[in-house]
């Protein structure tokens, strides 16, 4: 409090130097605090206008006409914030593919010597998938994060020298990965506005490797509705060549990131 009112006190002070033409007020907030709605009045002050606040106490220095004005558009800003829960849904494919093509040849020293060989041509597929949803209640205008870990064993090894040779010592040290997202929302009408970083991380090999999906961005859509916030795709093709088959071999991965926000009544 006595923070505040050091704030107060000095704004108060610097404006009243100010040009005597323009009309003060200090407004207490209901629902909302000054850093939530100061970023939207600024634009709508006049000329030389100024707007200040801390936590619950809007100072408004304006001309009569622009902060009525104003008063009009804080009765709509300043409202009770509406409860949401936030799903982020994180997926994660992939594809395999593969198919050998036919060829014959013969071999032999003459016509009559020689002996045909083949190779039949086969396809096979194959998918996997990987589905991670999280789900996280904010209040609309407030930052709130969710983040679920888990610590996985990676091994390591030390060489020593010594007189009599390297001494080789082998431990396990532990990983923290985490996945989970931090996130801003506003609602306007249907529509939800979001501040978002979702961040992914998954085990790669046995070496501690780690596949990290990761995203910050600004979306919007409508409330009740999955809407993809971006994703990601990679092809890796591979050959092989013999004497009897020629091989091809695909995997595609792909990644991708979706959001669906619902208003809680």
């Not at 006190?9 to 009309?23: N, R, T």
């Not at 009525?68 to 593919?97: C, F, H």
């Not at 801003?184 to 961040?199: A, Q």
């Amino acid at each position: 409090m006595h923070l505040l009112r050091a704030f107060l006190v000095f704004s108060l002070c610097a404006i009243a130097g100010l040009a005597g033409a323009a009309e003060l007020e200090v407004i207490t907030l209901k629902y909302r605090s000054a850093e939530q709605v100061i970023p939207v009045i600024r634009p709508l002050l006049a000329p030389g206008g100024t707007v200040s606040g801390m936590q619950d106490q809007l100072i408004l220095r304006t001309t009569k006409a622009n902060l009525k004005d104003l008063r009009k558009v804080l009765v709509s800003l300043d409202t009770m914030p509406r409860r949401l829960m936030i799903y982020v849904r994180q997926d994660a494919e992939t594809a395999n593919a593969q198919r050998d093509s036919e060829l014959s040849a013969s071999v032999g020293s003459s016509p009559q010597g020689r002996q045909g060989v083949s190779a039949r041509i086969y396809e096979s597929r194959g998918a996997s998938g990987d589905r991670v949803i999280q789900q996280l209640q904010v209040l609309e205008g407030n930052p709130a994060y969710i983040h679920v870990g888990k610590s996985i064993p990676v091994r390591a090894q030390t060489v020593t020298p010594t007189l009599n040779g390297p001494i080789v010592t082998d431990s396990v040290e532990f990983r923290d990965l985490t996945t989970g997202f931090e996130v801003v929302p506003r609602v306007s009408g249907e529509r939800v506005f979001l501040d978002i970083s979702p961040r992914r991380e998954t085990p790669v090999g046995s070496r501690g490797g780690a596949d990290i999906q990761r995203a910050t961005t600004s979306a919007s859509g409508r409330l009740g509705e999955w809407f993809e916030l971006g994703g990601s795709a990679r092809d890796d093709t591979r050959s092989d060549s013999g004497l009897l088959i020629g091989a091809a071999g695909l995997r595609k991965e792909t990644q991708s990131i979706w959001v669906k926000v619902e208003e809680l009544k």
